[in-house]
């Protein structure tokens, strides 16, 4: 005990005095800590004991003063007297009283009163069921509420981006001349739906807090002071800016996660488009290699999202309860201390009944506060969807306006062609197809043709021919409206006395008979006056009218581009045409996969129709068919003229100096062969 050989209360007391003595008194805690926490813990567990025992000797002494007083004067104890001795107590004494004057008021089962009590139990029993029933009812009202304005808001929006997407051929110029957005399909279907779930859950997550934070505030700022209330705002204030600041992009992230989803899902889908392809060159592996690095980059995305949101989580949770809870509690305790003018809480009673009304008032508004703060994350996700779906209205409108944004080839940066591309056309009606001085340009800015011109009159059957990619389905582009006019003048008939039959023909969802008027519909059938006996001598002629005898025959619906051949749905391409009787026909390859006797019957009765053909094409069997020739050279340059017997010399000589130098390639090989053996 050396620590105590210094006596502990010197004379004088100076503040150095006081300073050793505290640490004097720490340091004897310290070392005797364990024994004497065992000494306190003794004490409190003795003192419990002699209490408990105390509480049994009082009671039994009572009962026996009970007993001695009862056995000397009878019955006679006032009224008063025994209010005074008795201790109001929830105890078994307590029961039994009850049970008797229970017994009093209800005298038996068959009473009036016993058949009161189980009518109102009933009440009671469906009170509490009714409630129930009125919570969970309220619960799925809102729910089914919810869901049927996200519902009206997907169908609004859907039906909005529609009518835009699939005006001026918007859906096209969308994927092939821009770059701005990438999978259209995911936007509308996904994004949409999603946007509106947000939207209509957010609504109701915040209508209720941001109303019951007004009225609490307001009833608030009555009795603890405007002034008070003005400052917490700002503090709170404050600290949701630097919470907000600290919030990182959700809605980016989630406009991102929505981008990735939408690739990982094209990448699926481009799968079943080519499945045969990727089967038969076994290219599996390399196409499990694509969709995995899909998967992948989107799945990391979505973790580091989770991360994010794990640690902003701790950080709003700390902010909110700890915080805001500490800023609350400070603030109402202003009227225990202060007396805020307005107000009549005046004894001490007054003010801690006012400090505990303001704390309740206080945590349902810090309640309500954390709900809209918590909905923050949410109002974020709602930005990034309403950004995907903004981006995409903006873009549709760009588009529909003239204006496309697509990365430029290098061929772009010479002034020539930069010229080209700043440059405008115009497009004017008449019965002739002609083009005047038309730059061909891809949509990438690669000028493929710098001023293209030829005209078409009907019967006047044109043979466009010309190398691989030097712009010859590109024509048609530009003359279906698909790509801008860079320059010159194109004129041509209206949109419907064109029809265009690509290589491979779009075979539509529906009907054997729809495959047939596309786009038309039935009504529009009718309206024609075409009967489905009209529809079967077409097929007749093109020698497929047995598609017909299959169940179902002209109403019969089947994946058809997997059900009919190459050859077949070409041949359904030419009826279409024959349907559709055009002033002028595209036709691109479109008889690469038929045999020349078919071919024939279908160039005959496109020509007994009375439509002009404008033919792309390599077979040398098709050139009799027509008279006028477009020669594209591959290099910038072409030809335009008659086809007659000179040119067709031209062009024999041209595809056997191809020929020849296909058939000396071999011969190169074998050289390089025998030269590196050497
Ligand atoms: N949507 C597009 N975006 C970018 N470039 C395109 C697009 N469509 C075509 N092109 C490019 O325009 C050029 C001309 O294509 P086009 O289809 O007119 O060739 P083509 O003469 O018909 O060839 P082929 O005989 O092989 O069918 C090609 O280089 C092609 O890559």
């Not at 300073?19 to 004097?24: R, V």
């Not at 701005?180 to 996904?190: C, F, G």
């Not at 493929?448 to 043979?463: C, E, M, N, Q």
Request: proline share 3%.
């Amino acid at each position: 005990m050396a620590v105590l050989s210094k006596p502990l209360l010197p004379t004088r007391l100076s503040s150095a005095n006081i300073k050793s003595i505290i640490a004097d008194l720490t340091t004897l805690y310290l070392t005797h800590r364990t024994r004497i926490s065992r000494a306190v813990y003794l004490t409190l567990f003795v003192a419990l004991i002699a209490r408990i025992r105390n509480a049994i000797a009082e009671q039994k002494a009572a009962s026996l003063r009970r007993a001695q007083q009862k056995k000397a004067t009878g019955t006679g104890q006032t009224e008063g007297e025994a209010t005074k001795r008795k201790k109001v107590e929830l105890n078994r004494e307590f029961f039994k009283n009850l049970l008797r004057l229970l017994r009093i008021c209800i005298p038996g089962w068959k009473s009036k009163e016993f058949r009161l009590i189980i009518g109102h139990s009933v009440f009671l029993v469906l009170r509490t069921m009714i409630s129930l029933y009125v919570a969970e009812l309220d619960g799925r009202l809102l729910s089914y509420h919810q869901c049927k304005l996200s519902l009206q808001y997907r169908t609004r929006l859907t039906n909005y981006i529609h009518s835009k997407y699939l005006s001026q051929m918007t859906f096209y110029t969308l994927s092939a001349l821009d770059d701005r957005i990438t999978n259209a399909d995911q936007l509308i279907t996904v994004d949409v739906a999603k946007f509106s779930n947000s939207l209509a859950e957010l609504y109701s997550n915040l209508a209720k807090p941001v109303l019951d934070i007004l009225i609490y505030n307001y009833s608030l700022s009555r009795s603890v002071g405007g002034e008070g209330l003005f400052f917490m705002s700002l503090l709170v204030q404050v600290s949701a800016s630097v919470m907000r600041a600290l919030t990182p992009p959700f809605g980016k992230y989630v406009a991102d996660e929505a981008r990735l989803e939408g690739e990982f899902r094209a990448s699926h889908s481009r799968l079943i488009d080519w499945s045969e392809e990727v089967a038969l060159y076994a290219g599996h592996e390399a196409e499990k290699d694509t969709l995995d690095k899909g998967y992948f980059t989107l799945i990391k995305h979505v973790n580091r999202i989770l991360r994010r949101r794990f640690y902003h989580g701790v950080m709003e949770d700390f902010v909110i309860k700890y915080f805001w809870g500490a800023l609350g509690l400070l603030l109402c305790s202003v009227p225990v201390f202060f007396k805020v003018p307005g107000t009549n809480a005046k004894s001490m009673g007054d003010r801690t009944e006012s400090f505990v009304t303001n704390r309740r008032m206080l945590l349902m508004s810090s309640d309500a506060f954390g709900r809209v703060m918590f909905s923050y994350k949410e109002i974020t996700e709602l930005a990034g969807y309403t950004s995907r779906v903004s981006t995409l209205l903006d873009v549709i409108v760009d588009i529909q306006a003239g204006h496309f944004e697509k990365k430029l080839v290098s061929s772009a940066d010479t002034e020539e062609n930069a010229a080209v591309l700043r440059g405008r056309g115009t497009v004017t009606e008449g019965s002739d197809i002609e083009f005047v001085g038309v730059p061909i340009v891809s949509p990438n800015g690669d000028v493929l043709v710098r001023a293209l011109s030829f005209t078409v009159k009907p019967g006047d059957h044109l043979l466009i021919v010309g190398p691989n990619g030097c712009g010859k389905s590109s024509l048609f582009r530009i003359l279906g409206g698909l790509w801008p006019v860079y320059g010159g003048t194109v004129r041509k008939p209206p949109f419907e006395d064109i029809f265009y039959i690509p290589q491979r023909p779009y075979l539509s969802r529906g009907s054997l008979r729809q495959q047939i008027i596309y786009p038309d519909s039935l009504l529009d059938m009718r309206a024609k006056g075409t009967s489905d006996a009209d529809l079967l001598r077409i097929l007749e002629t093109l020698e497929i009218g047995s598609l017909i005898d299959r169940p179902g025959g002209f109403d019969a619906e089947q994946p058809w581009e997997d059900v009919l051949s190459g050859g077949l749905q070409q041949r359904v391409a030419m009826a279409r045409l024959f349907y559709h009787r055009p002033r002028y026909a595209i036709l691109d390859e479109c008889t690469s996969s038929v045999t020349l006797e078919v071919e024939r019957v279908m160039y005959e009765e496109a020509k007994a129709l009375g439509i002009t053909l404008m033919t792309v094409s390599h077979r040398r069997s098709l050139w009799k068919y027509h008279m006028r020739i477009l020669q594209f050279d591959g290099q910038g340059g072409f030809y335009f003229g008659v086809l007659d017997a000179e040119r067709r010399a031209v062009l024999e000589d041209e595809k056997e100096d191809i020929e020849l130098q296909l058939r000396a390639v071999p011969d190169i090989e074998q050289r390089i062969a025998e030269l590196t053996s050497q």
